[in-house]
């Protein structure tokens, strides 16, 4: 039986671009919500996200047109897993429980995006490559480091995730785009463990993020085999991201994101196997949706970039 036996509860989403059941047609991208916000410090609630994107993916205010003119309803066949049951209580459970999920979704060798949650998630989508055996080169884009070795006596803090990943045997490097909350010892540890690092203001200070995105990710990938680009929206500045769970402010703007990604996935070849996840979008603290409204525009503005991949 597959990890993945639960659905959603909504059967068609996103001008029917997301469904549950595909029928006669087989899905080419996979969509898992996980909400996950146990470990949460400061600001929990991201547990609520990927329902709340789901009912807001409802809406008829949505083109699914990219800037570039893809109708991305033409190439397009995402199939939504539902929500991975997290158990509230017990943050190692949960995880094993989201790596089992991720396995099956990397068995079908399709591009898959996971919703959460907070950064924490991405633990389990760690411990499943490992489970897989495939070395994974993560980029991880956040105000934050995610450096710390244990928060409030836990390992598995959202603030630990990146240090988690880095203790794996998969671990193939990480490039760190967009943080500037910190601990020196953190950047320490990163340059120790040959982790790229680009503070915000260092990426403010690029002409063309899309273009940085572009050559970034063409020196990177002859030397990596799958990149798992890992979007804290807490990298957003607050003005633009309200809805987060440790919000950080002088932060990239909503065009600086969207450019620097787009550029990424333009660099990226075809042959290249990817993941992603969209974590720390908390509906609690949103205002007027702002954060939800973004997460959409994001959405189909890589998925039109991610063309070649399906
Ligand atoms: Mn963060």
């Known amino acids: 039986m597959s990890n993945l036996d639960f659905v959603s509860h ?30 949460s410090s400061y600001r929990p609630g991201a547990r609520f996200g990927p ?13 699914c047109v990219s800037e570039k003119g893809i109708d991305l309803t033409k190439y397009f066949r995402l199939k939504d897993w539902g929500n991975v049951g997290i158990i509230n209580t017990d943050i190692e459970k949960s995880l094993r429980r989201v790596s089992e ?12 995006l996971l919703l959460g ?40 803090s959202h603030a630990c995730s990146l240090k988690r990943l880095s203790e ?34 260092s990426l403010h200070h690029q002409t063309s993020l899309y273009d940085f995105g572009t ?18 929206l807490d990298v957003l500045d607050p003005s633009f991201a309200p809805g987060v769970g440790n919000p950080v402010a002088c932060g990239l703007s909503s065009r600086e994101l969207i450019s620097l990604l787009s550029g990424i996935f333009n660099g990226l070849p075809s042959e290249k196997k990817f993941s992603w996840d969209i974590v720390e979008y908390n509906p609690l603290f ?25």
Request: aromatic share 12%; charged share 25%; net charge negative.
């Open 286 to 310: 949103d205002t007027s949706d702002i954060t939800a409204f973004f997460v959409i525009k994001l959405l189909i503005e890589l998925l039109g970039e991610q063309l070649k991949f399906v």
């Open 51 to 63: 329902d709340k994107l789901r009912r807001i993916l409802q809406s008829e205010n949505f083109e």
């Open 101 to 112: 999920g991720v396995v099956d979704l990397i068995s079908f060798q399709h591009p898959f």
């Open 10 to 39: 909504y059967p068609q989403l996103f001008c029917g671009l997301i469904k549950n059941d595909w029928e006669d047609k087989t899905p080419n991208y996979n969509i898992l919500g996980v909400p996950l916000d146990v470990s």
């Open 215 to 232: 050559s970034l990710i063409r020196k990177l990938e002859k030397k990596k085999q799958h990149f798992h680009i890992s979007i804290d």
């Open 117 to 156: 949650g907070d950064h924490s998630i991405t633990i389990g989508v760690g411990n499943a490559f490992e489970k897989a055996n495939i070395p994974v080169h993560t980029i991880y884009i956040d105000a934050h480091l995610d450096l710390y070795d244990e928060v409030n006596e836990s390992r598995f």
């Open 168 to 201: 794996l045997e998969i671990f193939d490097g990480a490039t760190i785009l967009g943080y500037r909350d910190f601990l020196k010892e953190q950047v320490d540890y990163a340059k120790k463990k040959n982790m790229l690092l680009y503070s915000t203001s």
